[in-house]
């Protein structure tokens, strides 16, 4: 495939191509240009170019550009989610719901075009009135992770275009090729050419060049909090507008008076989804002791029924690691648990047999008895391994959840909701979801406390990190006059 620029089809100027390998078999799915900072500036020259025209398009007819791509988007739906199994690992069903969760961020966004109202208000001493109004922050960086390339696409542009701002995209390397054919289906919608480019090429050139553009006025990043800090560094140079969306260890707290059926099947989905790769994973699963025992054998028996395979296959519940780093990550986590004295109730090695032979797949794992010195207890666990942590009480439970320096998601789970939204409170996370495993919604501010982020992305939160507010005061000297030099 080839980048889009300035609505182009367009290869890199060095000519040179990146590979993009199926996580399952280890087969190249297809090649991507490797852009360099020249094609980048390319890129930012296009949607600055196009700002004017974007952003002065009546907001009726952004909403309705807006509602054309997520019907487009909903219509190649089973062709976008394809692609996307096969360059990110995922089982086919999870990508169909990645793919129409980013149709139902447009549709969000296109409907909140042109709602705010903009202030309008007396001066409190009489002399004059203000008006407040918001207008786009102008060229934007979008900057993407592989574990929900198309989704956080999605919480980026929808708000972004919304507001009026142009963009450049860059997908991580790994997976560019869905988000490569929705740009393309959003130009079918009727984008105006340059309001979104995809470049694809490494961070240390592609993204860095984005983030030091000093025509860039914004970055919207999501990724590791490593790289958050950098992008944060580089951008304080310009005092860029950034949204940093990072890592997390998210806790699952589950009391004595909770639904267990429930809560186990929450435990699942929200550990194994997506092989662990989350953001919002359960990373720490905390236990009321109450219960420990009951709930961890329910656990590992409904972990020992999880089907491991390649994600095409319409059989598989998990997929593979996405890459090899992310598998050696998960392993020595697991190895480093256990030398700490952890048990293994399921898993804790790679599954045998020739169809796993080439891709990064590792077995769905549960471990007790970890230490909190573990790194499993300490950094984020980004792969399909459960550390249990059993607590007497629910102020333990708060300590331990909070022991961390993330603060992305958390779960409660009880019935009584004095307790739920008592202790909800008290954990320092973005959001708490309570008896539900962690769901994002368009509509619902999304985003980390602590190391796990900047400001929010998703609801109407999200739309305001892409204005700039402005205020202006208008005297009315009829009313007399406060200023004056004393000449
Ligand atoms: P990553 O930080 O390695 O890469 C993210 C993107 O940044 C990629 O496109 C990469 O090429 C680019 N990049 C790397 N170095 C750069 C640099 N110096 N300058 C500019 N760009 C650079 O993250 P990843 O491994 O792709 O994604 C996994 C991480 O993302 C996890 O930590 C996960 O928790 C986090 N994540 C967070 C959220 C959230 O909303 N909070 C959502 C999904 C993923």
Same mark, same amino acid.
């Given at each position: 495939?080839?980048?889009?620029?300035d609505?182009?089809?367009?290869?890199?100027s060095?000519?040179?191509?990146i590979?993009v390998?199926?996580?399952?078999?280890?087969?190249?799915?297809?090649?991507?240009?490797?852009?360099?900072?020249?094609?980048?500036?390319?890129?930012?020259?296009?949607?600055?170019?196009?700002?004017?025209?974007?952003?002065e398009?009546p907001?009726?007819?952004?909403? &309705?550009?807006?509602?054309?791509?997520?019907e487009?988007?909903?219509?190649n739906?089973?062709?976008?989610? &394809?692609? !996307?199994?096969?360059?990110?690992?995922?089982p086919l #069903?999870?990508?169909?719901?990645?793919?129409?969760?980013?149709a #139902?961020c447009?549709?969000?966004?296109?409907?909140?075009?042109?709602?705010? &109202?903009?202030v309008?208000?007396?001066?409190?001493?009489?002399e004059?009135?203000?008006?407040?109004?918001? /207008?786009?922050?102008?060229?934007?960086?979008?900057? !993407?992770?592989?574990?929900f390339?198309?989704?956080?696409?999605?919480?980026?542009?929808?708000?972004?275009?919304?507001?009026?701002?142009?963009?450049?995209?860059?997908?991580?390397?790994?997976?560019?090729?869905?988000?490569?054919?929705?740009?393309?289906l959003m130009?079918?919608?009727?984008?105006?050419?340059?309001?979104? #480019?995809?470049?694809?090429?490494p961070?240390?050139?592609v993204?860095e060049e984005?983030?030091?553009?000093?025509?860039?006025?914004?970055?919207?990043?999501?990724?590791?909090?490593?790289?958050?800090?950098k992008?944060?560094?580089?951008?304080?140079?310009?005092?860029? &507008? /950034?949204?940093l969306? !990072?890592?997390?260890?998210?806790?699952?707290?589950?009391?004595?008076?909770?639904?267990?059926?429930?809560?186990v099947?929450?435990?699942?989905?929200?550990r194994f989804? #997506?092989?662990?790769?989350s953001?919002?994973?359960?990373k720490?699963?905390?236990?009321?002791?109450?219960?420990?025992?009951?709930?961890?054998s329910?656990?590992?028996e409904?972990v020992?029924?999880?089907?491991?395979?390649?994600? /095409?296959?319409?059989?598989?519940?998990?997929?593979?690691l996405?890459?090899?780093?992310?598998?050696?990550?998960?392993?020595?986590?697991?190895?480093?648990?256990?030398?700490?004295?952890?048990?293994?109730?399921?898993?804790?090695?790679?599954?045998?047999?020739?169809?796993?032979?080439?891709?990064?797949?590792?077995?769905?794992?549960?471990?007790?008895?970890?230490?909190e010195?573990?790194t499993?207890?300490?950094?984020?666990?980004f792969?399909p391994?459960?550390?249990?942590?059993?607590?007497?009480?629910?102020?333990?439970?708060?300590?331990?959840?909070?022991?961390t320096?993330?603060?992305?998601g958390?779960?409660?789970?009880?019935?009584?909701?004095?307790?739920?939204?008592?202790?909800a409170?008290?954990?320092?996370?973005?959001? @708490?979801?309570?008896?539900?495993?962690?769901?994002a919604?368009a509509?619902?501010p999304?985003?980390?406390?602590?190391q796990?982020?900047?400001?929010?992305?998703?609801?109407?939160?999200?739309l305001?990190?892409?204005?700039? @507010?402005?205020?202006?005061?208008?005297?009315?000297?009829?009313?007399?006059?406060?200023?004056r030099?004393?000449?």
């Open positions: 495939m080839q980048m889009l620029i609505g182009r089809w367009v290869e890199a060095s000519r040179e191509r590979q390998y199926n996580p399952a078999t280890g087969s190249v799915v297809d090649t991507v240009p490797r852009a360099e900072r020249e094609d980048v500036r390319a890129a930012v020259d296009a949607a600055e170019e196009s700002l004017k025209k974007w952003s398009l907001a009726i007819e952004r909403s &309705r550009i807006l509602l054309k791509i997520a487009n988007v909903r219509q739906s089973e062709e976008l989610a &394809r692609t !996307l199994t096969l360059e990110q690992g995922k #069903n999870e990508a169909r719901s990645e793919v129409n969760s980013f #139902n447009c549709e969000y966004y296109a409907g909140l075009i042109g709602r705010h &109202r903009n309008q208000n007396e001066f409190l001493t009489g004059g009135f203000f008006v407040v109004t918001k /207008i786009p922050v102008g060229v934007v960086g979008a900057i !993407l992770p592989w574990n390339p198309v989704s956080l696409l999605g919480w980026k542009v929808a708000p972004g275009l919304a507001a009026g701002n142009t963009f450049v995209v860059k997908p991580a390397s790994s997976t560019p090729l869905t988000d490569i054919k929705v740009v393309d130009y079918k919608s009727g984008l105006p050419a340059g309001a979104v #480019n995809i470049v694809t090429g961070g240390i050139t993204g984005i983030v030091r553009n000093p025509k860039v006025s914004k970055i919207a990043f999501t990724g590791e909090t490593g790289t958050g800090k992008i944060m560094e580089m951008a304080s140079d310009q005092i860029k &507008r /950034i949204t969306e !990072l890592g997390g260890s998210d806790p699952m707290v589950v009391f004595e008076d909770a639904d267990l059926e429930l809560a099947e929450g435990a699942v989905w929200g989804r #997506n092989c662990g790769q953001c919002t994973s359960v720490r699963l905390i236990l009321l002791e109450g219960i420990a025992e009951q709930f961890i329910k656990l590992v409904k020992r029924t999880i089907v491991v395979g390649n994600g /095409i296959e319409p059989s598989t519940h998990m997929g593979p996405h890459n090899e780093q992310q598998r050696e990550k998960i392993e020595n986590m697991v190895e480093d648990a256990v030398s700490l004295g952890a048990k293994v109730l399921v898993g804790g090695k790679r599954p045998e047999g020739e169809e796993f032979s080439k891709g990064y797949f590792y077995l769905p794992t549960v471990l007790t008895n970890v230490s010195e573990a499993i207890s300490n950094e984020e666990a792969g391994a459960l550390p249990v942590y059993v607590v007497r009480s629910e102020e333990e439970a708060v300590e331990l959840a909070n022991r320096i993330y603060g992305l958390s779960s409660v789970w009880t019935k009584n909701l004095e307790r739920a939204f008592r202790v409170e008290m954990i320092q996370a973005g959001t @708490t979801w309570i008896n539900s495993p962690p769901i919604r509509e619902v999304f985003g980390g406390f602590k796990s982020g900047l400001g929010r992305e998703l609801g109407v939160e999200g305001e990190h892409y204005y700039e @507010t402005k205020s202006i005061q208008v005297y009315d000297y009829s009313k007399g006059r406060k200023w030099f004393p000449i």
